[in-house]
C-alpha cells in the first residue's frame, strides 16, 4: 500500500510539473515600443505667395520655349515675371 501511495504521489508530481511547465511562458516578452509619431511640419506661412512662385516660373519657361514672341511681348513678359520673382522672394525674407 505505500508503494501505492509513493508511486501516486510521484506521478502526481510529475503531472502537475509538466502541466504548469507549459502553461506558464518562459519568458514574457517586452511590449514593443510604439512608433514616436513624426513631427509635424510648420505649415507654410504664405501659400498664396508660394503658389504665385511656382505659376510665374512655370509661365516663364512657357514662354522661353514658346515657338513665337506673342506680338513682341514675350521679351517685356519674362522682365515683367523675373521682376515679380524678386519682388515676392524680398517679400517672404522680410517675414522672417
Not at 501505492?4 to 516578452?29: D, E, K, Q, Y
Not at 523675373?82 to 524680398?90: D, G, T, V
Request: a positive charge; aromatic letters at 4%; hydrophobic letters at 45%.
Amino acid at each position: 500500500m505505500r508503494n501505492w501511495i509513493i508511486r501516486g504521489s510521484i506521478l502526481t508530481a510529475m503531472v502537475m510539473a509538466l502541466t504548469f511547465s507549459t502553461a506558464v511562458p518562459a519568458s514574457v516578452a517586452a511590449p514593443k515600443p510604439q512608433p514616436v509619431p513624426a513631427a509635424t511640419p510648420a505649415p507654410e506661412p504664405h501659400p498664396e505667395i508660394r503658389a504665385a512662385l511656382d505659376a510665374l516660373e512655370r509661365a516663364k519657361v512657357h514662354l522661353h520655349e514658346a515657338k513665337h514672341d506673342f506680338g513682341g511681348h514675350r521679351v517685356d513678359a519674362i522682365s515683367a515675371i523675373n521682376a515679380a520673382e524678386r519682388q515676392l522672394n524680398i517679400c517672404l525674407k522680410y517675414d522672417n
